[in-house]
């Protein structure tokens, strides 16, 4: 009797049942995360930038969302945060729950390529699939992810993450094959592009795919130049005009406005570099709580030798690309993952006016640490499941890990709170320990807070605007109109600034200073025309100024966008009824609820006839 189906059959629930237990730890680890709130940089770039707040999905709005008026070079990510926000505005469960399918798209494609992998490269069948699913789900449950998939705003990291493994694999597919399909070439390039309209750091995977097929395919052999000088030609070509359109004269604007409000410059961040990039290898073989915050207070590199780690570092990290290329046809396996990981930490590594270290950059470079820290004991030991045996309970603790961490992340006050303990000289960490404060009207504690964050970083849109909120909720007019009007100076061009305009327009108004509140309160209905709010506190200040027609226009105007809402009726009879328009006053109150005093002092000044 034929086995064979019997034996597919196996293979397909084997493989689906790894399939399920890698989304089921994932699920798992990243539960908690659903339930964070936005974070940080959430605000800047999804709540409050005015770009992807899409009203529909006609194609110049998608356009738009996605270009931002080339202020950015994210153009797929920052399409994927407009339409998660025209469905969900912003509540978080949506966005979190994209971020998760990123990961475990990614996941996947790990899973795929490396059984792919081992099995090109002659290994043990037998192990070759667990070796490589057991390196997929020691990544997926891994701390180092979760910067990368519980903040929000960092799914441009995933997001190029998934689409560089994905083209990879498809590479390889098209590769081992003699007769290659050109199918796997086009998805190749496709999910090449994606990766980097998703993040520039993507921008290295072209040379990374190039290098793979030298690596593994052409295996260095005599004549290897010649033969690929079509394709160094074609490289060569691409990152040329790659940093034609990156580092256009806006951007590079923007970088220099940039490094002038940070406290390192570019030679600083290009010497600590190769600190930052040992500090990473350790940090994904330690991945223990202690070393986990969503800010590093990280100290730059002065110079090569303060502090002397630096030159170390340096000589580490030349001595590994050195070995890298001396042993490229000899060890081939240790000299790709070393080009993966320095590859994928190069862009961000290089004098940008960004942040020394964060965790989502090892989003992708941790695999050269993890793939080969799994797969030697799956391969070197005596029975598989004895290293299996030895892998699980390590992903089990990594799990655990994750887990206690996403958790940190379900609320500002415990991930700030974790933020400063951990970087207590973190201007960073003061300033959205500022904001936690300010939402829980807190206000003295905040304004602790954000003193701090200002000693130790200056004046900035953040600290001004929470100020400024909290002057106002305690009656401190005049510092809350400073502060909110710095606010809007310092907020950057993307930054959605209407709902400053409004407290500020608030400010004015209980300031007693009518004219300026109507004229913010204007300026913002220019904006937002259905602003409801706005048009109420203009009408307000409309009366206050003893413009009566005014008033009682914009009081129409309010009624018609919110025919349903009682208070703005209520208000606007008895507006008619001080003016003696009886009917007109009785009509809008017809056949709704009003309550008893209302109804009181209309009827005195408009008794109701019979």
């Known amino acids: 009797m034929d086995s064979s189906p019997q034996q597919g059959a196996s293979k397909v629930i084997l493989l689906s049942a790894q399939a399920l237990v890698l989304i089921g730890a994932a699920l798992l680890v990243y539960w908690p995360s659903f339930r964070a709130p936005f974070q940080f940089d959430d605000f800047a770039s999804i709540v409050s930038n005015k770009y992807i707040q899409l009203a529909d999905l006609s194609p110049s709005s998608l356009v738009r969302a996605a270009l931002q008026d080339f202020r950015q070079n994210r153009p797929l990510s920052n399409l994927t945060f407009a339409i998660n926000y025209y469905f969900s505005k912003d509540k978080t469960f949506s966005y979190h729950l994209v971020n998760f399918l990123v990961l475990v798209f990614t996941a996947l494609g790990v899973w795929l390529f490396l059984k792919k992998f081992f099995s090109f490269l002659k290994f043990d069948p037998s192990r070759a699939g667990l070796a490589a699913w057991l390196s997929a789900l020691v990544w997926v449950v891994h701390p180092v992810n979760i910067q990368a998939v519980t903040y929000v705003v960092q799914r441009h990291s995933s997001l190029a993450g998934a689409f560089s493994v994905w083209s990879l694999y498809f590479y390889h597919l098209a590769q081992e094959r003699k007769n290659p399909r050109p199918l796997f070439y086009i998805l190749c390039g496709f999910f090449c592009l994606m990766a980097m309209l998703s993040k520039e750091n993507a921008a290295v995977l072209p040379a990374i795919i190039f290098l793979y097929g030298l690596y593994f395919f052409d295996g260095f052999s005599g004549g290897w130049l010649a033969r690929s000088r079509k394709w160094v030609l074609a490289l060569a070509l691409f990152y ?13 604007g923007r970088g220099a406005f940039d490094f002038s409000k940070i406290w390192f410059t570019g030679w600083q961040k290009f010497i600590t570099g190769p600190r930052t990039m040992v500090w990473y290898f350790f940090l ?34 030349l001595t590994a690309a050195a070995s890298a290329v001396w042993l490229a046809r000899s060890c081939k396996i240790f000299s790709f993952c070393v080009v993966w990981y320095l590859g994928n930490l190069l862009i961000e590594s290089m004098p940008l006016p960004i942040d020394l270290v964060n965790e989502q950059r090892l989003y992708l470079a941790s695999l050269a640490i993890i793939v080969p820290a799994v797969a030697w004991p799956v ?17 089990a603790f990594l799990g655990f890990f994750s887990h206690e961490r996403n958790l940190v992340w379900r609320s500002w006050d415990s991930l700030w709170r974790d933020a400063v303990k951990k970087s207590p000289d973190s201007a960073m960490s003061w300033k959205s320990y500022c904001a936690v404060f300010s939402e829980q009207n807190q206000c003295r504690t905040a304004m602790t807070a954000c003193a701090r964050a200002e000693q130790l970083g200056g004046r900035n849109f953040t600290t001004s605007y929470v ?28 930054k959605n600034i209407n709902h400053i305009a409004y407290n500020l327009a608030q400010a004015y108004n209980k300031n007693g200073d009518f004219e300026n509140s109507a004229r913010w309160c204007a300026a913002l209905i220019s904006v937002e025309p259905a602003n409801v709010l706005a048009r109420l506190l203009l009408a307000h200040n409309l009366l206050s100024l003893q413009k009566d027609q005014e008033y009682l226009e914009q009081m129409k105007s309010i009624l018609k966008m919110a025919p349903k809402d009682v208070e703005v009726r209520k208000e606007l009879a008895l507006a008619f009824a001080q003016r003696g328009r009886c009917q007109e006053s009785w009509s ?23």
């Open 284 to 317: 994904t073989f330690f991945p223990i709580p202690q070393h986990l915050s969503v800010v590093h207070d990280y100290p730059a590199s002065k110079s090569l030798f303060h502090p002397w780690t630096t030159a170390v570092c340096i000589m580490v990290v």
């Open 467 to 494: 100020l400024g909120r909290c002057h106002l909720s305690t009656a401190r007019l005049e510092l809350a109109e400073k502060e909110l009007s710095d606010a809007i100076k310092l907020a950057p061009p993307e």
């Open 379 to 395: 391969f070197k030991a005596g029975k598989a499941m004895t290293a299996a045996a030895m892998v699980l309970p390590a992903a």
């Open 240 to 252: 040329v005009l790659a940093a034609w359109v990156v580092f256009r004269p806006s951007m590079i």
């Open 588 to 610: 809008l109150i017809e056949n709704f609820k009003i309550g008893t005093d209302d109804l009181k002092k209309i009827s005195s000044l408009c008794p109701k006839q019979e």
